[in-house]
């Protein structure tokens, strides 16, 4: 039987296409940065961000990161794009654009392959078709649209020999709003009715007429 019952969810399912790609955040450099780009980031711990550096914002809702930053680069959203997923199963799924973007909001690699021609490094690619191209180089099975890669946890599983040592400390949830894990649901005010009305912790964050209301 061909089962695995172990799996891992990702705080910030964003990132995952990011490591799939051997993207990492970890830098280690003396000096602290001077630019800092959050490219649809908005859960991180804002006092990492050197006070005086330039924050560039890149992303379509305007969250946490949006209010931090010095340059917004707004970006078109999952329902305004072709893209690539990754579901919780690890199942690459491709989309299309059902929407157009509003305003001069632009596909993210559109956005990145302007700003790398700019700095006299342009990236090698002018189309979706030829980006996929570049991810079957790098990423292969990311390209497999629908199938699902082997975890390999049997592998380190039978590596162990069944010693292994583990630990009692009781698994906690780890999401304490179910209704707002994201930057769209945080945004949504059905999502903040849901949490004010359901979530036993009567917490929620929604915006309105562009003001963040915060109750506890």
């Not at 959203?77 to 509003?102: F, H």
């Amino acid at each position: 039987m061909n089962w695995n019952g172990f799996n891992i969810m990702h705080n910030d399912v964003g990132r995952i296409n990011a490591l799939e790609l051997g993207i990492t955040s970890k830098t280690e450099t003396a000096q602290p940065s001077k630019v800092v780009w959050l490219l649809g980031a908005d859960n991180f711990r804002h006092e990492e961000i050197p006070v005086d550096a330039f924050v560039i914002y890149q992303g379509h809702t305007g969250d946490e990161g949006a209010c931090y930053a010095d340059l917004i680069l707004p970006t078109s959203s999952y329902l305004e794009k072709q893209a690539t997923y990754v579901n919780i199963d690890g199942r690459p799924q491709q989309t299309r654009a059902c929407l157009s973007a509003p305003g001069f909001a632009q596909d993210d690699w559109m956005v990145l392959r302007a700003l790398s021609e700019e700095l006299g490094a342009p990236l090698a690619y002018d189309t979706i078709e030829e980006l996929r191209t570049r991810i079957a180089e790098l990423a292969p099975h990311l390209i497999k649209y629908d199938f699902i890669e082997s975890s390999g946890f049997e592998k380190l599983a039978h590596s162990t020999n069944g010693q292994t040592d583990l630990n009692s400390t009781p698994l906690i949830e780890n999401v304490s709003n179910f209704y707002m894990t994201d930057q769209i649901s945080r945004n949504s005010h059905m999502m903040a009715r849901c949490t004010k009305e359901l979530n036993p912790l009567k917490q929620f964050n929604f915006k309105k007429d562009q003001q963040t209301w915060i109750t506890h």
